[in-house]
């Protein structure tokens, strides 16, 4: 497995929303060009706004796309590969033996060691899935998401739970450290909680910043003892809640650890 996490910055363009996407844009892409495999069969399709361009880039690169398959990871992802002219095909009719030749998606916040937040679009169950059935990762990100700590400047986990267990979870996380997680709402309905697109809900668990596992090897302690949790160690501790679907930490699936284990924070693809 070779995972890559990219950010082509523009700091000259952070000022206003019109800089903002152009920046997504370059991003995209910049990823496009440089991995998108030409004769890919089997593409993995982020949630998000930054991959609205990493579509567009692959349309524009103009090679034929009719044999390629391209794998949403959730509703606006598929009306977003539909819309393009692509091929979408659900995670479950993926054939068995089947590992995608690549996977793009965005991400809320990544840290040095390239481990990653995600979720803020709710999508982050089948955003990993999709992650972890790739041979190839790339995630997106300007510079706005590039801290060295995650939960630096984005302020919180977003994890997807049972509804009937949602608020045993948020207990269970207070006595984590997490300072009020809550039930995210559904702010367009403006009615009761947000459902993802499997029915469940998503509670955000702010933290203080995570350390890396380059802080843990230098000595520091990320056990959660004091508060301070490492990023694998919180994000293992958190998806052993009973109820918890994912967690929207993508740990190891970037950068060298993942590349040394040939797998992903500890996953094989299935
Ligand atoms: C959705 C995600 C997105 O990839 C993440 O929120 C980044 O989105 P954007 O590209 O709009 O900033 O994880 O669940």
Known sequence: ???????????????????????????????????????????????????????????????DTSLTRFVPTGYQSKQLITKAG????????????????IAFDGADEVDDDLNCIKGGGACLFQEKIVALQAKEFICVADSRKL???????????????????????????????????AIRLNT???????????????????FPPLLTPSDVQAGKDGSGKAGVWEVSTLANKIKAIPGVLEVGIFHGITGPQAQEAGAVGGQKPF
């Open 1 to 63: 497995f070779q995972k890559t996490c990219l950010d082509y910055f523009n700091r000259r363009h952070q000022s206003n929303m019109a800089s903002i996407e152009a920046s997504k844009r370059a991003a995209a892409t910049e990823a496009v060009k440089n991995h998108y495999p030409l004769n890919a069969k089997w593409v993995g399709i982020g949630s998000g706004t930054t991959i609205v361009y990493v579509v567009e880039a692959i349309k524009n690169l103009g090679t």
């Open 86 to 101: 692509l091929t979408p095909v659900e995670f479950d009719a993926i054939p068995e033996g089947v590992v995608l030749d």
């Open 147 to 181: 801290q060295n700590r995650l939960l630096t400047n984005w302020a919180y986990i977003p994890i997807e739970v049972a509804p009937i267990a949602a608020h045993r979870v948020v207990r269970k996380l207070k006595e984590m450290g997490s300072k009020n997680p």
């Open 188 to 206: 367009v309905a403006k009615e009761g909680p947000l459902k993802t697109d499997q029915g469940f809900f998503i509670v955000d668990a702010p």
